[in-house]
């Protein structure tokens, strides 16, 4: 199965789990998505300029020869670039939404006239600056990674598509869902925070499920998810962006693609990956899917610039380990940090340590402790 993502690491280890053999196209190339992987390619860029159609082909036609994939599956990094995905579907089967159907999604305008289509609260949009800024973000149409979202009156280049969205109140509560075209199956609800710098106040952080938010709110969700999956014509798995205050709820984005939560709501027998695929196909699963205890997962950021990344001795609960010898900048991911516990609290604890760990054990080797 051919994979293209920013960071292909989480489809390739749920493509594992399920019994694929992952073929990753990704800017990372992380030492755990060679391991994952059948092949794998770095393909030329990186996450601020974002693919480049002949380079992101050229990876993928080269991984693909010889090994007849049985089609691809596509993360984050292309919603602002949906001609990329027309031209990969094209020439493989997709598994996911097409084309059109994320270009629907992610334009805000489309996005806005859904919302007001099912009744669901979602923020003042427009296209100019606001003339009183306060209390305005702007973001970026297409963007991912919470990184292109900032208070309206940020500087940002001429060239960027952007659009002005009203700041809303409430705690992120992000819902994933699987979808056969028709219908959808609730996952499970997770809750988000932010890792931010001054530049970039909403970066991501990391996520913990379950999100404990109740089964009348949990059930709201699904409902919606629902109501949008069938308007949508939605594919395998999906998520939407909420903010949750009390019984408020106010939609901020769709990610029409397995995202950010993977990690989080693995499973051993590998069903998510299989829930995607069989979606895509037109198939929900049999039982809804099933999470033990708690789980969060969250980016270690690197704490100053690392010129030549040392030889660790990773731990298991760390992901997306970025290989010996590569050069980090302040603020690039290091790693991402996993955690499970039998309550949310404890797993959210679990990471804070963990990510202390790894980052002070980095300035340890970096000061010649080791070598
Ligand atoms: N309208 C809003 N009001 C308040 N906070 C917001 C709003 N939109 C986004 N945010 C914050 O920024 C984060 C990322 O926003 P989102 O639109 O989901 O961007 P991305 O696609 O990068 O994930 C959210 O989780 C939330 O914390
Ligand atoms: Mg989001």
Same mark, same amino acid.
């Given at each position: ?42 393909? !030329? ?5 974002? #693919? ?6 050229? $990876? ?15 993360? !984050?990094? #292309? ?97 994933? #869902? ?5 219908? $959808? ?89 299989? !829930? ?96």
């Amino acid at each position: 199965m051919l994979i293209a993502a920013t960071s292909g690491r989480a489809l390739a280890a749920a493509a594992r789990r399920t019994g694929y053999r992952p073929l990753v196209a990704d800017f990372f190339d992380d030492g755990d998505t060679r391991i994952l992987s059948e092949a794998n390619c770095a393909v !030329a860029g990186d996450l601020g300029s974002g #693919f480049e159609k002949a380079a992101l082909i050229e $990876a993928l036609e080269s991984l693909a020869r010889g090994a007849s994939p049985l089609g691809l599956v596509y993360g !984050a990094g #292309f919603e602002d670039r949906i001609e990329i995905l027309e031209e990969l579907a094209r020439r493989w089967t997709i598994f996911g939404n097409a084309p059109e159907v994320v270009r629907r999604v992610k334009d805000p305008f489309e996005l806005a006239a859904l919302c007001r289509s099912l009744g669901v609260r979602h923020p003042e949009i427009s296209l100019d600056m606001p003339h009183r800024p306060r209390n305005w973000l702007v973001k970026t149409i297409g963007g991912a990674g919470g990184s292109h979202v900032a208070p309206a009156g940020a500087q940002r280049a001429e060239s960027e598509n952007v659009y002005y969205q009203r700041v809303a109140s409430g705690e992120p509560i992000s819902f994933l #869902f699987v979808a056969d075209g028709a219908d $959808a199956q609730a996952i499970g609800a997770s809750r988000q925070w932010t890792a931010p710098t001054g530049d970039e106040p909403f970066r991501f952080g990391g996520s913990l499920r379950p999100a404990e938010c109740g089964p009348r709110l949990e059930a709201r969700l699904a409902e919606i998810a629902t109501a949008i999956a069938r308007q949508c014509k939605l594919r395998g798995l999906n998520g939407i962006d909420f903010l949750v205050d009390g019984d408020e709820i106010v939609l901020i984005e769709i990610n029409p693609r397995p995202g950010a939560t993977l990690d989080i709501f693995e499973d051993r027998e590998g069903s998510l990956f299989q !829930a995607h695929i069989d979606g895509c196909l037109g198939r929900l699963p049999e039982r809804p899917l099933e999470f033990e205890g708690a789980a969060a997962a969250a980016i270690a950021y690197a704490r100053r610039p690392i010129p030549c990344m040392p030889t660790l001795d990773w731990p298991d609960w760390a992901a997306d380990r970025q290989k010996p010898r590569s050069a980090l900048n302040l603020d690039d991911p290091l790693c991402t940090v996993k955690a499970h516990a039998a309550l949310p609290g404890d797993a959210r604890k679990l990471i804070a340590e963990r990510t202390a760990f790894i980052l002070d054990n980095l300035e340890h080797i970096g000061n010649g402790a080791a070598s």
